[in-house]
């Protein structure tokens, strides 16, 4: 005797676009004796439960299922039914609930190296969550660390994935650097703090110097270069002024 088929199990939903979801469930372990013609999903709003799209029409005959006409930003929850020529089942549990199209999350792993003298190349990893659409920009705000009134606040990098060259930077300034997403529904939260940066200062100073005689008015000296290059590739040494000094100490009379 053909009956209805029993409920679909294992529903799920995630964002498809600002105003659907896409729903995926496990058939029902019984068809009911003929063959799943089609399933039907109510989407009911977890925050408003008087709000649903009742008995939304998949028009499939298998998992998933695209809903429609949801609005964007609220919370839903849903349910599915699978029908056969005998008619539609009963519902299953809920899904979890699902927040339609939101902005993006937080970026994370946020650093930044020296550009130029006035400029910083900030790197970082995409938000775990895009919002249910394309992230389309990411934002950077570049706060002097010594003066924290003085920021770039909201530098647009028109960039969709990292990194981005933040320009109009003071040299030598120390900044530290925040990245926020962007998507169709706006801009979201933003990231925790890079580490403190000083843009394009002067190299700091070699160490384990050292000199051998290379002849009656010459030396050659050695030495480790500096840990830090100020940002920019060292382009040129300053030679010690007190010559004589140096190579009377190597044990040369000039």
Partial sequence: MNVVPG???SVAATVASATSATVTFTAPSSNGGTAIIDYFVTATDAAH??????????SVSASPCLVTGLTAGESYTFTVAAANAQGTGSYSAASSALIVNVVPGAP?????????????????????????????????????AAHSGDSVTAFDCSVSASPCL???????????FTVAAANAQG????????????????????????????SATSAHVTFTAPSSNGGTANHRLLR??????ALRRLGHRL
């Fill in 166 to 176: 933040v320009t109009g930077l003071t040299a030598g300034e120390s900044y530290t």
């Fill in 108 to 144: 994370t792993s946020v650093a930044a190296t020296v550009a130029s003298a006035t400029s910083a190349t900030v790197t970082f990893t995409a938000p775990s969550s895009n919002g249910g659409t394309a992230i389309t920009d990411y934002f950077v705000t570049a706060t002097d």
């Fill in 49 to 58: 439960s008087g709000d649903s799209v009742t008995a939304f029409d998949c």
């Fill in 187 to 214: 801009t979201g939260s933003y990231s925790a703090a890079s580490s403190a940066l000083i843009v394009n200062v002067v190299p700091g100073a070699p160490t384990s110097v050292a000199a051998t005689v290379a």
């Fill in 7 to 9: 409920a679909p199990t």
């Fill in 240 to 245: 010690h002024r007190h010559r004589r000094r």
